[in-house]
């Protein structure tokens, strides 16, 4: 079903032709910029050490004890920037009389952070411009200052709206080229959603555009510690409308680790998309015991924490096997106190780790895969992709989903779920499970209940601009 076109809220503002230039006075920055140095340093080592943004910026804000104002300017600036790379760089490479890839990297970080306080904040031109060339000025001299200034001054003579008119391919004959360009989208991973929707209208524009919002902070009650309305009236967050376990927190309600349920071990953070699709597993009948479960790709330890408090509900024990040590680490610290056993090996040779054939009841593989449906989480993710990950991904996700249909016992159910809508890692590779090894495809919706837009099955692929969720997969085989 068509959903209503959404859009992310952007500022507007009034334009001027060109900026004023840079002058002293009480109106133009300070020199001394925290918020902008902290948003500059966390594009310049996404791009020179592939560090993950949403992980590095809030450890720089508590280094450099930014607070308020000044973070929230940091995140905007440095999310912002980092989502919007490709867009920023169209813009750019219109405004400089040199290839974009001889610019120096230092310099093009800092281009971007200008850029895009021009195109998508409401911070005035003459701000933008200014404070950028005091970061350069600072760190690499008045000849480098001089060429962003004259860089920046001819971003600022269009509208984000006109560089998009100007810039991005024609609706009429590349529609989908089109929505990639004005919703910061590579144009593959404009394809992928496309394809998975099977539509290129204004599903998919919103769609796309859902990556670009800032996702709320989703909060899963531990079964039988608490309860998700006790947890919302402990962190003033609401009921999640479709996961048993969820409370959605309001924006802008700080550091979830601080609150006392998720310091208490009551609570943890984790998408309702991924809950839901952890409790689906539990969901399905099967005749007999019911007391053996398997998480196949554990780490970090999210699913395998509320699978295992489900099992110490109705007594029985949850084997979890990852793979990296220090991310197994991180599983035996999430499910410390629930009666959770952690293998470190590989997924795809069980026997190695002692798991025999035809041992489990459920078994869950939440495989690796391109991470295409956490796009506005981690907002360098959809540039550091690409089309030829996705060969080596799919062996992989079809390796251990065979495993895990080897694992489960006649009459047990598997799950397999990825974070992602790309059809090669999702129908394709159930598809070709079933066909080899004869599993039942289970109507996955049934699992999912009351929630809507769910199609006609018999999986279940969630979307952000549909349920709030994290675009997750989820497919329910019965051996």
Same mark, same amino acid.
């Given at each position: ?75 905007? #600036? ?8 490709? @867009? ?19 310099? #093009? ?87 998975? @929707? ?58 979830? *680790? ?37 998480? @196949? ?11 295992? *408090? ?25 499910? *410390? ?55 080596? #991904? ?7 989903? #065979? ?38 495809? @289970? ?37």
């Amino acid at each position: 079903m068509t959903q209503p076109r959404r859009r992310p809220a952007r500022f507007s503002r009034p334009r001027t032709p060109h900026p004023p230039k840079p002058k002293g006075g009480p109106g133009r920055p300070p020199v001394d910029d925290p918020a902008r140095q902290a948003a500059l340093d966390t594009l310049r080592e996404v791009r020179a050490r592939d560090a993950y943004a949403n992980l590095l910026l809030p450890q720089i804000l508590r280094e450099r004890r930014i607070t308020g104002r000044d973070a929230a300017l940091a995140t905007e #600036l440095a999310y912002g920037a980092c989502r919007c790379i490709g @867009l920023l760089d169209e813009v750019l490479d219109a405004c400089t009389d040199r290839p974009l890839a001889k610019v120096e990297p230092a310099l #093009l970080d800092v281009l971007r952070l200008g850029c895009y306080q021009l195109l998508r904040t409401r911070i005035p031109p003459h701000a933008a411009v200014a404070s950028t060339v005091d970061l350069v000025r600072a760190g690499h001299g008045t000849r480098s200052s001089g060429f962003v200034n004259a860089v920046l001054r001819k971003v600022s003579e269009r509208s984000e709206e006109e560089w998009l008119d100007k810039l991005a391919p024609d609706p009429d004959k590349d529609r989908i080229g089109n929505l990639a360009m004005r919703e910061a989208h590579p144009r593959w991973v404009a394809r992928v959603f496309a394809d998975s @929707l099977g539509t290129t209208g204004d599903e998919l524009e919103s769609a796309l555009a859902a990556d670009n919002e800032r996702p709320a902070v989703h909060l899963v009650a531990r079964p039988g510690e608490i309860t998700a309305e006790e947890l919302a009236a402990m962190t003033g967050g609401e009921v999640a409308p479709y996961s048993p376990y969820g409370v959605r927190l309001a924006a802008g309600a700080g550091d979830p *680790a601080g609150l006392d349920p998720v310091r208490e071990r009551l609570a943890s953070v984790q998408d309702e998309g991924s809950q839901l699709c952890a409790v689906a597993l539990s969901r399905p009948e099967i005749d007999g015991e019911d007391t053996r479960w398997l998480d @196949l790709c554990a780490g970090p330890g999210g699913k395998s924490a509320l699978l295992g *408090a489900l099992l110490a509900i109705q007594g029985g024990r949850l084997d979890a096997v990852e793979k990296a040590p220090h991310r197994a680490r991180l599983v035996e610290q999430s499910t *410390a106190g629930l009666p959770i056993v952690v293998h470190v090996g590989d997924g795809r040779s069980p026997a190695a780790l002692g798991l025999g054939s035809g041992t489990f009841d459920r078994v869950l593989v939440d495989a690796p895969c391109t991470g295409l449906g956490s796009l506005r989480r981690r907002p360098e993710s959809r540039w550091r992709r690409q089309p030829s990950d996705v060969g080596e #991904l799919t062996k992989l996700q079809r390796e251990l989903l #065979l495993a895990a249909v080897d694992l489960v016992r006649p009459g047990g159910v598997v799950g397999y779920v990825v974070c992602s809508p790309h059809l090669s890692e999702t129908v394709a590779i159930v598809a070709d499970v079933v066909r080899r090894t004869g599993v039942t495809a @289970l109507d996955t919706r049934e699992s999912f209940p009351e929630m809507p837009f769910l199609g006609d099955g018999p999986y279940v692929q969630l979307w952000p601009h549909r349920h709030g969720t994290d675009a997750m997969f989820c497919a329910l085989l019965r051996k």
